[in-house]
């Protein structure tokens, strides 16, 4: 066997090993995932709570430096929740050095991985057949594909770069993905030739679907990208955009970020102002957010310091961003993009902790008790708080009629984490918190069970 290779599995099942202790009662677990050897992992795109796609980046030696190769010719599937993980070899052309953009699934048999061959330029490689098979074309783009997005297994849309005519390809599919057509009814022009669109960047909600520039503009559709008109981002200063993501209520959330802090704002439906719904505490590099569908919730990963996996932390809004809240820290890892496909399933892709240990995992949210905040559902329990005001110490009980594993929050104003415990098995915990240290104001106590989330504020006098 291959002396690096196999020091690179020795490596991974000792980081295996750490994970493993340090995921205990957290939100994430570490599932073995054969990424091309070495990678860091990115996006996990679900389908549903059974089938989701996702691919990792090749790697170089330095931290954050990619290896554009030829050895990046696979992409990963599964068909169980994210328990296990196969591996779909798409690129049996012996092309050029490449790189993937994205591997967008519809179902368990048809996906497309969007790449970009520095010989051939942008292709398109489509299964029908669970990824056993693939046939190519170049998704509708001529110069620079920078997604792809089917609807059902016959209509698709996809975005190019503009070309010297300064106007963005939009195409649609109505075969599958076998043909497409440029749509000529989006001519929408670039501000400059130093205008592109932003790969792998795009929210889909119903018909509408919306996509950002590197210029902060939206290009934004309402009948499945047949028409288009442009929406200015929010006045910031920030340009960077990180993300994009839509909620069940069709209010755009776009983030923007810069060498040392992040911002997220907020387009409500129907609306033309942006609304600043940015955390208090900003400092750091996002790597990770998600609009959980069904809900009002949103969850976003950050750490304050990049190499410090203690720092990376997990916020969470139940209101659309108006509060947040700390709701775990320092897990003993590196998350980092994040989405769901419902309140009880979701990914996180894994960030190498070096060239030495890249990624080969990836996260699946464990159904831990943060399902009663994600979900929003009344937890169904009585809670009891005394005394309220309170200046040395504030007890609490809390009884229901069923046995759960909960976790009890405690968190500042601004949403710092002040205290968490957690209570395994049980229908009934006392716990007494000492508030003498506490700076006098007002405070939120979170119980959260996997069936619902109840609140309470007590003020510190």
């Given at each position: ?297 949103l969850i976003l990963n950050f750490p304050t310091i990049w190499d410090d996996a203690s720092t990376y932390k997990t916020y969470v809004s139940i209101d659309n961003g108006s509060t947040w809240n ?69 007890n609490i009980t809390v009884t229901s009629e069923t046995n759960n594993d909960y976790w009890m929050l405690i968190n500042d104003i601004n949403g710092k984490l002040i205290d968490k415990r957690m ?34 504020k007590f003020i510190k006098r």
């Amino acid at each position: 066997m291959n002396t690096c290779l196999q020091t690179f599995r020795n490596l991974n099942l000792i980081l295996l090993t750490l994970l493993t202790l340090n995921l205990s009662a957290q939100i994430w677990d570490a599932k073995d995932i054969e990424f091309p050897v070495p990678s860091q992992g990115w996006r996990v795109r679900p389908i549903d709570d059974n089938v989701a796609w996702t691919f990792g980046y090749s790697i170089g030696p330095e931290q954050g430096a990619w290896s554009y190769t030829n050895s990046e010719n696979s992409c990963q599937k599964t068909s169980d929740g994210g328990e296990t993980w196969e591996t779909k070899f798409f690129r049996f052309d012996g092309g050029g050095e490449g790189f993937i953009l994205d591997v967008i699934g519809v179902n368990e048999s048809i996906a497309f991985v969007n790449y970009y061959d520095f010989i051939a330029g942008t292709i398109l490689y489509r299964t029908k057949d669970g990824g056993e098979t693939w046939q190519s074309n170049n998704g509708g783009a001529d110069y620079f594909l920078d997604w792809v997005y089917f609807y059902d297994k016959n209509n698709g849309v996809s975005f190019g770069d503009a070309g010297e005519d300064g106007f963005f390809q939009f195409s649609n599919s109505t075969d599958g993905g076998e043909t497409w057509t440029l749509n000529n009814n989006s001519l929408i022009s670039t501000i400059d030739s130093s205008e592109y669109g932003i790969s792998s960047y795009f929210a889909v909600k119903d018909s509408s679907i919306w996509t950002p520039t590197s210029y902060g503009r939206i290009l934004h559709s309402v009948d499945k990208g047949v028409n288009w008109n442009v929406i200015l981002g929010p006045v910031s200063s920030m340009t960077d955009v990180w993300g994009i993501s839509v909620d069940d209520n069709h209010n755009l959330i776009l983030i923007l970020f810069s060498d040392t802090n992040f911002e997220i704002h907020m387009l409500k439906k129907n609306s033309s102002d942006w609304i600043n719904i940015t955390p208090a505490n900003n400092t750091g590099t996002l790597v990770g957010f998600s609009a959980i569908p069904g809900t009002n919730t949103l969850i976003l990963n950050f750490p304050t310091i990049w190499d410090d996996a203690s720092t990376y932390k997990t916020y969470v809004s139940i209101d659309n961003g108006s509060t947040w809240n700390v709701v775990s820290t320092g897990e003993g890892f590196k998350y980092g993009y994040i989405e769901f496909s419902s309140p009880q399933t979701g990914y996180s892709c894994e960030i190498p902790q070096s060239f030495e240990m890249p990624s080969n995992h990836v996260y699946k949210y464990n159904g831990s008790p943060l399902s009663g905040i994600l979900s929003q559902n009344m937890l169904v329990a009585d809670v009891e708080i005394f005394p309220n005001p309170t200046s040395d110490i504030l007890n609490i009980t809390v009884t229901s009629e069923t046995n759960n594993d909960y976790w009890m929050l405690i968190n500042d104003i601004n949403g710092k984490l002040i205290d968490k415990r957690m209570y395994n098995n049980t229908s009934m915990f006392k716990a007494s918190i000492k508030t003498a240290d506490l700076p006098a104001g007002e405070y939120l106590i979170t119980i959260t069970s996997k069936d619902g989330v109840a609140s309470r504020k007590f003020i510190k006098r």
